[in-house]
């Protein structure tokens, strides 16, 4: 799987959705990716909080839209979050504790790989049903 800064330099061509409010998130979670897997230590640490945090409020966001507009795949698409908040709130942890390796690694491998999968796959879906229903342009 590609690092986070090569995912994000072929974003546009891969990742961008036409979902603008959409795009723009995906776009900020790989920019946070990319801070986080280029700092160390204790810096590692707290980038790697902030990016649960806006992980967080992103995917809050997208079943915000997934409610308003009646999504049928709420479900689906809610557990597949949860299973990743999961996975990065224990990843965080460790990193609070100093534990840093496994977290490094999970973030370039297994983030990465869950980010390609879903935005091309959940996320492409929603963004079509979101443009279905002509709300793409009004997301908050």
Known sequence: MPAPAELLQHFDAQYCLG??????????????????????????AENFR????HTRQHFAEEERWMQETGY?????????????????DRFCQRARAGRLAM?????????????DLHARTM??????????????????
Do not use: I, Y
Request: glycine share 6%; aromatic share 8%.
């Open 72 to 88: 049928p795949a709420l479900a689906e698409h809610r557990a597949n979050h949860q299973r990743t908040l999961g996975d990065m």
């Open 50 to 53: 902030m990016l649960f945090e």
């Open 19 to 44: 979902a603008p409010q959409m795009d723009q998130t995906h776009r900020e979670f790989l920019e946070c990716c990319v801070t986080t897997a280029q700092s160390r230590g204790s810096v590692f």
């Open 103 to 115: 977290a490094q690694a999970w973030l370039n491998d297994s983030l990465m790989e869950w980010f």
């Open 123 to 140: 996320d492409s879906a929603l963004a079509a049903w979101l443009k279905q229903q002509g709300v793409t342009q009004g997301m908050s």
